[in-house]
Nanobody, 127 residues
Framework: QVQLVESGGGLVQAGNSLRLSCAASARSNSNYAMGWFRQAPGKEREFVAAISWSGSNTYYADSVKGRFTISRDNAKNTVYLQMNSLKPEDTAVYYC????????????????????WGQGTQVTVSS
């Protein structure tokens, strides 16, 4: 019911920035909370950031707080992840996730709370 397509990944040097985008195709009469997760080589997928349907509530993993910003443009059905001051340890495949919600202010940070996933986009940060 929801297709998610990430873009914006690439190779950057430490200290630089990238902006990831996640374009969603969904029923227009549904509300969706969105999140970003990442998976580094040899590690489990981990939570990065989440945003409510309204965009008024956001939540971040401690490892990215103050460096990453999640935002959304519902008119464009797109969620963004602005990543600043990138570090080599941010290297991972980044995944966008979505789930339907009834309210507008709720966000989620557990993998099993999301029903829809994108294919991922690679982010590589060189030292």
């Amino acid at each position: 019911q929801v297709q998610l397509v990430e873009s914006g990944g690439g190779l950057v040097q430490a200290g630089n920035s990238l902006r990831l985008s996640c374009a969603a195709s969904a029923r227009s009469n549904s509300n969706y909370a969105m999140g970003w997760f990442r998976q580094a080589p040899g590690k489990e997928r981990e939570f990065v950031a989440a945003i409510s349907w309204s965009g008024s509530n956001t939540y971040y993993a401690d490892s990215v707080k103050g460096r990453f910003t999640i935002s959304r443009d519902n008119a464009k059905n797109t969620v963004y992840l602005q990543m600043n001051s990138l570090k080599p340890e941010d290297t991972a495949v980044y995944y966008c996730a979505a789930r339907g919600v009834l309210g507008s202010g709720t966000y989620y940070f557990r993998e099993n709370e999301y029903a829809y996933w994108g294919q991922g986009t690679q982010v590589t940060v060189s030292s």
